[in-house]
């Protein structure tokens, strides 16, 4: 994963409270492979007039190269889909700043090198003026600040988020290296709670 | 004496494989559940050369994508039947058991789980699906996750988490006669709001959630979710354990003997501190319905359209307007004065079959004034609801009875609202285009939605009723 540890970027504003990843992501296009590339679909019914033409006067579109989103409240809430985020990044943000964000969408963001950055309600709204009125942002993660919109601001985020993005890591590395701790919990839970065991079917089970 | 604790953290200690410095624990999953939309998780495995850790964990279901009017794939949208090809190659390849289209015993995984006994008290669950939250009904830690861990969970059966904060929503007192657990997921939602309980696990407590039905508990937890919550738990008990006994994959005999020793002592002790505690009056609660983008746009049936004029919250004021405009209504209208288009009866939510029953009590005998679905949450549901005649209600009232799978809560397989068109429904997100591209979703429980067909608008259910008693 991409290291994520500063970033100065043109911002788009998305003045609208819990952006759902419904709304991120329509559910009919996550049959996709990755590989195809998710940008395409980030807020795609929110982004297109009826008839399916890019609506000009939509942020995403009136902002093109943004790095950065604003929103407000409860960003990402809702479905698990990881899509959502694939979109977020696939298109170009690589940063949410938000009041508070969906707890399943923040970590997702994190596990794809993409930074939630949470600010007071009163600082998104500070934000969400200065980005629309043209203003470029440094979110710097090592400080925690946000640069870019009158003083300084600090944003919060998980302190192992914050290892993680800045160190690029990825979990699945870290937990094989626990791999004893691993083989010696499930040993002694088979024992201790035998009523918790499932066993394998063969042929694993009917089609 | 050790110090007392909640039920959520009785559970979370005796699943710690490893309890890192930075506060984050590696947890051990006894049941992950995966479907359709898993297959970037497996995709994550073949980049790796990875396989499944415990396949004997882990149980493939197909209900996203599973088309509801036929069941042979090759009558279906070939993206959709590639979806569930796909799940069947993924969980052969892996040597994970699969409930896949064809077997009777298929349905939503959430419907599934508890009815083939997967879920029990005092597990760790987890599936790519946020209303995972949905088996806490059990008094076990149940969650959703993402695709980057599902994959990580396939792989060594763990997951790294921190220790959420604990809520407790006390339901005091007993809801008045025909209030469901839909109504009391809904009024909690509107008190604290979408992201409320956010970082939190609920636990579920009171006389009013002692009352309910293991059907019930399960339509209660489900909605956590919708609150923010992390998940949400309801204290194992003597309704619980007869649920679970007997299931085809619960402990049996002695076996079980020995395991409802071990779940009677995970109840939350009497002097546990939670984080938070809300209070909610059950008795206060009245049928309840949204009527903007978000649950937590919740007013009882009585209520009108709020006016953004009158919301002094800049931001909140601007939800509510974004939300009239796009569900088409008037700042004070009243809610029973919106006429409906359709309704759907479905879901992990609502569609049990105490939820059939109670919508088929209100549609027997009447005939619904607009179309609608009615997709039961398994195919063993199903069966059930043909053995007592239920389908024969729903279709003679005109709506249209389907097989199992998510339909109408998420679209997946086509089964979706036309733009514009207003849906009373009674899944969990009324997300502007959830039931497809502008169509307007307004949740509530099966009994109003069936009042909602009958009245062709939202309608309050006891008013219904009351007319023939
Ligand atoms: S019915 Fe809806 S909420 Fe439930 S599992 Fe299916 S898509 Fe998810």
Not at chain 1, 29 to 36: D, G, K, N, V
Not at chain 2, 106 to 113: A, E, K, Y
Request: aromatic share 6%; proline share 6%; net charge negative.
């Amino acid at each position: 994963m991409q290291p994520f540890v500063e970033l100065t970027a043109p911002a788009c504003p998305l003045p609208l409270s819990n952006v759902d990843t419904d709304q991120l992501i329509p559910a009919r296009f996550m049959s996709r492979p990755r590989a195809e590339g998710y940008g395409d679909f980030l807020l795609h019914d929110l982004r297109r007039e009826a008839g399916g033409a890019l609506d000009p006067d939509f942020p995403l579109n009136a902002h093109p190269g943004a790095k950065i989103l604003v929103a407000r409240r409860n960003f990402g809430c809702g479905s698990s889909r990881e899509a959502a985020v694939y979109a977020l990044a696939d298109f170009g943000f690589a940063c949410v700043i938000a009041p508070s964000f969906g707890d399943i969408f923040a970590s997702n963001a994190v596990n794809n090198g993409v930074l939630p950055a949470t600010v007071e309600e009163a600082e998104a709204e500070t934000l969400l003026a200065a980005v629309g009125a043209g203003a470029e942002l440094t979110v710097d993660l090592a400080a925690q600040e946000i640069r870019g919109a009158g003083p300084a601001l600090r944003f919060t985020v998980d302190p192992v988020w914050r290892t993680k993005l800045l160190n690029g890591w990825d979990d699945v590395d870290l937990t094989l290296s626990h791999a004893e701790a691993i083989a010696a919990f499930a040993t002694a839970d088979a024992a201790a709670r035998p009523w918790a065991q499932l066993r394998a079917e063969r042929g694993g089970g009917s089609a | 004496m050790t110090a007392p604790r909640t039920l959520f953290d009785k559970i979370w200690d005796r699943h710690v494989v490893h309890d890192r410095e930075d506060g984050q624990s590696l947890l051990w999953i006894d049941r992950h559940f995966v479907h359709e939309g898993s297959h970037h998780a497996f995709a994550k495995l073949r980049e790796r050369g990875a396989r499944v850790s415990r396949p004997e964990l882990t149980i493939g279901i197909a209900d996203h994508y599973v088309p509801t009017r036929t069941r042979d794939l090759g009558r279906a949208d070939p993206q959709i039947a590639d979806m569930v090809r796909r799940l069947e190659r993924n969980t052969a390849d892996q040597g994970v058991r699969l409930f896949g289209l064809n077997d009777p015993r298929q349905g939503i995984v959430h419907v599934m789980g508890p009815e083939q006994g997967f879920t029990l008290p005092g597990l760790t669950m987890v599936c790519g699906d946020s209303h995972t939250s949905t088996h806490g009904a059990f008094g076990t830690i149940a969650f959703g996750i993402g695709a980057s861990e599902v994959a990580h969970v396939l792989m060594t059966q763990t997951l790294w988490q921190r220790r959420p904060k604990r809520m407790r929503v006390r339901f005091d007192g007993r809801l008045a006669p025909g209030i469901t657990a839909k109504d009391m997921a809904l009024a909690f939602i509107a008190t604290v709001g979408a992201d409320g309980a956010r970082g939190h696990a609920i636990e579920y407590a009171g006389e009013a959630v002692r009352g309910l039905s293991m059907e019930g508990r399960l339509t209660l937890c489900n909605l956590s979710i919708e609150s923010g919550g992390r998940c949400g738990m309801v204290a194992p008990d003597e309704t619980a354990f007869a649920f679970v006994k007997g299931r085809p994959y619960a402990p049996a005999g002695e076996a079980f003997d020995r395991a409802v020793e071990a779940w009677a002592a995970l109840p939350s002790d009497a002097e546990a501190a939670f984080d938070r505690e809300v209070v909610i009056d059950a008795a206060a609660i009245a049928p309840t319905v949204t009527w903007g983008v978000s649950p937590e746009d919740a007013l009882p049936i009585d209520g009108t359209v709020p006016d953004p004029a009158r919301i002094a919250d800049a931001s909140r004021a601007a939800h509510a307007r974004e939300a009239i405009d796009y569900m088409g209504l008037r700042p004070g209208q009243r809610l029973t004065d919106v006429a409906v288009d359709r309704v759907f009866i479905g879901s992990c939510t609502n569609a049990r079959i105490e939820d059939l029953r109670a919508a088929a009590a209100v549609l027997k005998g009447r005939r619904a004034a607009v179309p609608g679905l009615v997709s039961p949450g398994s195919m063993i549901v199903k069966a059930q609801a043909e053995q007592e005649g239920l389908d024969r209600i729903f279709t003679e009232a005109g709506l249209e009875w389907v097989a199992s799978g998510c339909s109408m809560c998420v679209g997946m397989n086509g089964d979706i609202a036309a733009p514009g068109e207003r849906c009373a429904s009674t899944t969990n997100r009324n997300f502007k285009g959830r039931q497809g591209p502008g169509a307007r979703t307004h949740l509530m429980s099966p009994a109003m939605v069936a009042a909602a067909a009958v009245a062709g608008r939202l309608a309050d259910v006891r008013e219904i009723l009351g007319e023939t008693a």
